[in-house]
């Protein structure tokens, strides 16, 4: 009887698992994946919205064809776009996978909250998509061709995403965004995307925001990889080229401490910012010194210059953004809550003292010598 019962019930199991799997094919071969999804703003206050879809068709005997669909709307707010949209796609659109949201700087410019805000509130809305601003129009950025075979929305999310590694962008989803720009105290530096040579989509720079507003600053290359040292951020690894001697050397960082400490003067209320980052790392190449030691403290004594160069550059970019990405205005209203409460954070910001403090250290020169 026992065995009986047993036979019965795998059965049962094995049905359950074969129908469950035919009712979640054709879930997904009635919905459309959106995949990418920009944002730009059209004349008057309206916005124009573009979609990336994946449409999956089922061909039988278990294969699919996967279609990557490029689709337009204008409205007034996101939540109008997103039903024209869907009012002109069949089946049911999905947004749950969204892997990119790309912003028009011109939108970015009047405000990235009334756009994100029906994203984040929805609880369709996929959180963990990453967030971008263009340069020019984003739907241009979407209408791209495809990359290695994939859809355009997915090889951008590899773009960001390779190019956070290297220490080239901050890592952003809807979710990091909006506590961002919602804290009086914090603002958010997005990955800025481009088109180069008319075809090539790129990833080297960040965008500064003040509030929820894209500055028109921007930060590309080195300077881009110092703002995210100073963030406190590093990828997998920072590769950077510094001129010494009249010759550039590669230097490569694998390993950061960072530091931050905000100081008020009790007779001025000047606000200074020290920020230290010890940086360690390698000596990948010095080609002037082939056949010669290398003089390690006089080198990291260099390279400290030439940080520190850039860290000021940095530094006086964030101001005149009035970009407090750094949090520097959480740290007074958490330890000088008094004067916190009497300052117009806006208008303060402007004359902090950034300071930023470099110490490279060379764990390694190669194999050479």
Known sequence: ??????GLALTIMGLSAVLTGCWDTQYVTNKKLINGFSLDAAEGQGMLGSVRTVVLENKGGGQFDVKDEFMKAAGDSTSTIGM????????????????????????????IAAPLEPIFRSPKGYLKA?????????????????????????????????AALSTSVPKQTVY??????????????????????????????????????????????EDAKILMLLSGRIGRLVNLGIPVQEQTITFAGSRLKRSMKVTVNPKTNTIECVI?????????????????????ARLEKAIDAWFDAH????????????????????????????????????????????????????????VIR
Request: glycine share 10%; aromatic share 6%.
């Open 1 to 6: 009887m026992m065995k009986r019962f047993a």
């Open 84 to 111: 024209k949209i869907d009012s002109m796609l069949p089946g049911t659109i999905e947004a749950s996978k969204t892997h990119v949201i790309i912003i028009g700087e011109k939108l970015a410019k009047q405000g």
């Open 130 to 162: 990453k967030v971008l601003v263009s340069e020019g129009t984003a739907a241009d950025v979407l209408a791209s061709k495809q990359i290695d075979h994939n859809p355009i929305a997915f090889g951008i999310k590899q773009i960001v995403e390779g």
């Open 176 to 221: 990091s965004i909006w506590n961002q720009i919602s804290d009086p105290g914090d603002d958010a530096l997005l990955p800025l995307i481009r088109i180069v040579d008319r075809k090539t989509l790129i990833v080297d720079g960040i965008a500064l925001f003040d509030g929820d507003k894209y500055s028109g600053i921007s930060l590309f290359r």
């Open 276 to 296: 230290k980052a010890d940086l360690y790392g390698s000596l990948n190449s010095y080609p002037s010194h082939l056949n010669a030691s290398v003089d390690r």
């Open 311 to 366: 860290g000021k550059k940095v530094a006086g970019a964030m101001l005149r953004a009035n970009c407090d990405a750094f949090g520097i205005g959480r740290r007074l209203r958490a330890h000088h809550s008094g004067l916190w409460r009497k300052l117009d954070w806006n208008e303060a910001y402007r004359g902090v003292i950034i300071k930023p403090e470099f110490h490279v250290h060379l764990k390694n020169t190669g």
